[in-house]
């Protein structure tokens, strides 16, 4: 069973960057759909970035130009660098894995096709 832990996450005034790193155990990031979700209270889980088996990414459009997701896989870690944040981006973060590679590994991949969570890390954005 894969396990994630994210860590990177803190508060930050507008304009500022973090950098999201996600540590998986279990077996090789080529054998995953990788994924980073977001959830601000009262609102739905949103899927902001993937990164396919290929190495192949892709972001949603409220972060793209700002996010970038990427993964080292010889230390099998999994990052989101975060840029020119804004305070609409504070909202927790989780990182997301399946092996499940044949439904598709795009940011269009639905919250319930990941099987594996992180316990998450906290963003805040002030302005």
């Known amino acids: 069973q894969v396990q994630l832990v994210e860590s990177g996450g803190g508060s930050v005034q507008a304009g500022g960057s973090l950098r999201l790193s996600c540590a998986v155990s279990?077996?090789?990031?080529?054998?995953?759909?990788l994924g980073w979700f977001r959830q601000a209270p009262g609102k739905e889980r949103e899927g902001i970035a993937a990164?396919?088996?290929?190495?192949?990414?892709s972001v949603a459009d409220s972060v793209k130009g700002r996010f970038t997701i990427s993964q080292d896989n010889a230390k099998n870690t999994l990052s989101l660098q975060m840029n020119s944040l804004k305070p609409e981006d504070t909202a927790m973060y989780y990182c997301a894995a399946d092996r499940k590679l044949w439904l598709g590994c795009g940011i269009e991949r639905d919250v319930d096709y990941y099987n594996s969570w992180g316990q998450g890390t906290q963003v805040t954005v002030s302005s």
């Open positions: 279990g077996y090789s990031l080529d054998m995953y759909c």
């Open positions: 990164i396919d088996n290929g190495g192949r990414t």
